[in-house]
């Protein structure tokens, strides 16, 4: 039985488009476009993306790399510790923007719970 894992090899951001392509066989590039869709669409495109990089786990299969590959890897990693400090910041920022009903505080305390994955995610792997 097949598992839906995040590419290492075929990347932009997290390997979420990669690992789904890979997954149903088909070319990343038409998952990239419709993820592009839509986030212009109604922007449900980013907060399902966070979600699937957090939630779908990274492919354990081994990719020869070089040193000048490690380092950008390592740099990725720090990436998403960076990526978690920025969603609980615009979090908190919308947060404090919209005292109004409780489905618009939704999305901020979305943002923010997804920050503090992300950094506890970059802990685990120190």
Not at 18 to 30: C, H, R
Not at 74 to 102: A, C, P, R, S, Y
Request: proline share 2%; glycine share 12%.
């Amino acid at each position: 039985m097949r598992k839906l894992y995040r590419s290492k090899k075929d990347k932009i951001i997290g390997g979420v488009c990669g690992g789904i392509g890979e997954y149903f066989n088909i070319d990343p590039v038409l998952i990239r476009i419709l993820w592009l869709f839509f986030t212009f669409v109604g922007g449900a495109g980013i907060l399902a993306y966070i979600i699937a990089w957090v939630v779908i786990p990274l492919s354990q299969e081994k990719v020869e790399t070089t040193a000048d590959e490690e380092n950008k890897a390592q740099e990725e990693d720090k990436g998403g510790f960076w990526g978690g400090i920025t969603l609980i910041i615009v979090g908190i920022i919308l947060l404090l923007l919209t005292l109004g009903t409780f489905w618009v505080k939704l999305l901020p305390l979305c943002l923010i719970t997804v920050g503090i994955i992300f950094i506890l995610k970059y802990r685990e792997k120190e």
